[in-house]
């Protein structure tokens, strides 16, 4: 059976594609490390990680308004950091078929000590565009448990925090004053309360 082309094909259309895929710009590894490479594409370089396939960040609310974060030491800005809880999607030897909602019921279990009832998966944004091609996922965690101390595992040490909304604004002024950095998700995540939820904040 012999197969015709329809009419808008052309020889010139199918070279237009090759000329348009020829002009993407190609990957080099630059560098390497157990974690992260660095890649050079089309002359920017960026940075990507070797472990995991994507990063989850939580927004949790206890049932009486508390704010869940965490508080830990980064190397890379040699500086105490305050920050939703999160972490990497299956970059764990024994679960790396995990799903988001998954990654986020282990990190929120692992760095607070808290399950949740209710999840809802509320938008996906660029963790620094300009440095890496990492997206995180932010989850909004309700119906919240205790179930342990938190913490993180065994490599982290985190400081938990339980911020009731009503005084969200003024903590965070407090701790940037105090000399604590903060994670700009940390100022997402009240944006995301404020206009998404009906929880009260303080004027």
């Known amino acids: 059976m012999a197969y015709s082309f329809p009419s808008s094909f052309s020889i010139a259309s199918l070279l237009d594609v090759n ?4 002009a ?14 660095l890649i050079d594409r089309g002359g920017w370089s960026f940075v990507q990680r070797t472990t995991g396939v994507g990063v989850v960040a939580i927004i949790a609310v206890t049932s009486d ?19 939703l809880p999160a972490g990497l999607v299956g970059d764990l030897s024994d679960r790396p078929l995990e799903d988001l909602e998954q990654a ?20 996906t944004v660029a963790s ?21 101390s938190g913490g993180g595992d065994s490599k982290e040490q985190i400081t938990v925090h339980e911020v009731p909304l ?11 004053q105090a000399g604590t950095l903060l994670d700009g998700r940390v100022y997402a995540a009240v944006y ?9 904040f303080a004027r």
């Open 19 to 22: 000329v348009i895929l020829s």
């Open 192 to 200: 995301f309360l404020r206009t998404k939820t009906d929880f009260i």
């Open 24 to 37: 993407q710009p190609t990957d080099n590894t630059v560098a390497h490390t157990p974690y992260l490479r």
């Open 104 to 123: 986020a019921k282990r990190e929120l279990l692992e760095e607070n000590g808290y399950q949740a009832e209710q999840w809802s998966e509320w938008v």
């Open 65 to 83: 308004e508390k704010m869940l974060l965490v508080e830990q030491h980064r190397p890379p800005v040699n500086q105490t950091v305050l920050e």
């Open 166 to 176: 009503a005084e969200i604004d003024g903590y965070l002024e407090q701790m940037v």
């Open 128 to 148: 620094s565009a300009g440095l890496t091609d990492e997206c995180v996922t932010l989850f909004f965690a309700q119906g919240l448990q205790k179930v342990g």
